[in-house]
Every structure is written in C-alpha cells, then in structure tokens.
C-alpha cells in the first residue's frame, strides 16, 4: 500500500515537474522527432543502444564494476584527452592572430596578450594545458606500468603510448619557439644544439629541423608547421588506434580473476548481443 502511494507521488506531474524536469522534454514531439526509440529498459535493449549510438560503441557493453572504479585508471587517459582537445580548440584560436614570420611572430603574440578579445585568457588556457598535459601523459604512463598493463596481449598499445609520450614532448617543444622572445630563442637554441651532438646523424637532424645553420625565420616556419599540422594529425591517428586497442584488449584490471569473476549485473554479455544482433 505505502508502495502504490509512492508510486502514485512519483508519477504526479508535480512530482516531475520538480524532481525530473527533463522528463517532460523527453515526452516533447521535438525530443521524440529526434530520439524515435523509447528508453530501453531492459538489460538486452540497453545492450542495443549502446551498439547502435556512434559515441556509446567505444565503450564495451558490460563490465566488472571494479574496472570502473576511480582507482583503476585514475581516469589519467581520459584528462590527457581532454587536454588534447582543450590545446586544439584554443590554438586554432590563438592560429588566428599569429603569423609565423620573423617580423611578425612577437609583435602578434603580444597584440595577442594586450588587444585581442579573450586573448590573454586564451594563451593562458593552450599554456596551461600543455605543461598539465606533460604532467597528465606521464602519469598516466606510470600508472599503466604500475598495474602492469604493458604486458602481453597490452604490449603494442604500449608502444603506440611510447609514440604518444613523445609526440606530447614534440608539441611541447616545438611551441615553445613560436612566441619568439629571447627566452624561445635561447631554449630552441640550446634544445637543438643537444640533439645536434647525438651520435651518427645528430648534426643532420639539427639542420632539418633548422632548416639553416642557426635558428631563424626558416627554423620558426617548419615549428610552426610541425607544431600545428603535422605533430597534431599523428597525434589524431595514434590516439584513435590507441583507444580502440584498449576497447579491444579491456582494461589490464579486468584480468584479475577476482575482478573478471566480480559484480557484473544481469542481462546477456556483449558477445551475446552481437550474435544475437548478427542472427
Ligand atoms: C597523448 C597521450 C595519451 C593519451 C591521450 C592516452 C589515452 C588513453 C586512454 C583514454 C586510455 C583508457 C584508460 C585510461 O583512461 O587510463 C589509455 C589506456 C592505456 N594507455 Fe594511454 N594515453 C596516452 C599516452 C600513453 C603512454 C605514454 C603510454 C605508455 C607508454 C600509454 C599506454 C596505455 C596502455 C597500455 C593502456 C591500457 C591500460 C589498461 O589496460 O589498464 N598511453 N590511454
């Protein structure tokens, strides 16, 4: 009886008026014109959803709940992404106000610093969330080889993070020369310098990447390039590979027999639903 009351609350427009506003648009002929299906509620159409929606397939449809836990991950992988996307959309802004020419670079960046709307604000953001990033893609490092997820069949997205880490470092280091000051100068300088006395082909490197004996408008030119086309497309394709080998291969924590045998939930597996959606 106390039940049928509560219910009877529960389903008052009252009720959803204030606790579940979105109930409401969700019964709207907008919402309905775009979302056609009702909301799944059972364990196998649940399943289907997240088959069938873009987003939602790149996470598997079941797993043990410990694998979702905070600790597991630490969600560091996740932070490095967003940071990625954080970096791309503020510099394509600051990509706007920046000509990469030696007459040009540091007036720009300072016009960007003093007179451009959110300027300052948006230099701030793409700064900070380069050296979080360094910060974030090495822990994340340490916490995948801490829970030993670079062992077999994990081995080769391991490499891929190798690839990662470095080309983080890359886009670190080549925007550092584009605000052209004394102290990009310097930095770029000694940086390739370093790398110009590695052994067998030091010296070459250093001149490719110059693209003149010292640094000038042709080494800013190809950091530029380097910086805002070429290190964040491989970036693009390397992450893609990378996310889809952990969706592949599962997290290393779910390895553990005590976490595989762990809390799943009722309904099919994945691999049920997809016979069954294949039959
Ligand atoms: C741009 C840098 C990177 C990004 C954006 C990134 C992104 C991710 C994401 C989203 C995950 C899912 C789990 C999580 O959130 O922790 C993951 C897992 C993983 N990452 Fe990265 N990663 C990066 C760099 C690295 C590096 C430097 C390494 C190691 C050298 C690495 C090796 C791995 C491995 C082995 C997994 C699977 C972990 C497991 O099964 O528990 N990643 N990465």
Do not use: C
Not at 104 to 123: C, K, L, N, P
Not at 255 to 262: H, L, T
């Amino acid at each position: 009886m106390a039940g049928d009351e509560k219910r009877r609350v529960r389903d008052s427009e009252a009720f959803k008026a204030v606790f579940r506003p979105g109930e409401r648009f969700r019964e709207s002929e907008v919402y309905r014109s775009v979302v056609r299906h009702p909301r799944p509620d059972t364990p196998r159409g649940r399943a289907m959803t997240s088959f069938h929606n873009f987003f939602l397939h790149l996470y598997p449809v079941k797993v043990p709940r410990e694998v979702l836990s905070f600790r597991s991950t630490f969600r560091l992988g996740f932070i490095a992404t967003v940071l990625f996307v954080v970096l791309f959309v503020s510099g394509m802004y600051l990509m706007f106000f920046y000509v990469p020419a030696v007459r040009d670079a540091y007036f720009d960046m300072h016009e960007i610093r003093t007179s451009v709307a959110f300027g300052q604000f948006m230099r701030n953001v793409h700064r900070w969330a380069a050296h979080l990033m360094v910060v974030v893609v090495f822990l994340h490092m340490l916490r995948v080889f801490y829970s030993g997820a670079y062992k077999p069949p994990r081995q080769f997205n391991w490499v891929l993070g190798i690839g990662l880490l470095l080309l983080t470092l890359a886009l670190s280091f080549t925007g550092y020369l584009l605000p052209w000051d004394q102290l990009a100068l310097w930095a770029i300088t000694v940086g390739t310098n370093v790398a110009g006395n590695a052994p067998v082909l030091g010296a070459e490197f250093r001149e490719v990447l110059l693209g003149a004996p010292d640094v000038g408008g042709a080494a800013l030119l190809r950091f530029y390039v380097l910086h805002i086309y070429v290190l964040p497309s491989l970036v693009i394709l390397l992450l893609a590979v990378h996310i889809w080998r952990v969706r592949k291969d599962g997290f290393a924590i779910g390895d553990r027999e005590e976490v595989a045998e762990g809390e799943m939930g009722g309904g099919p597996s994945e691999k049920e639903v997809l016979a069954d959606a294949r039959s």
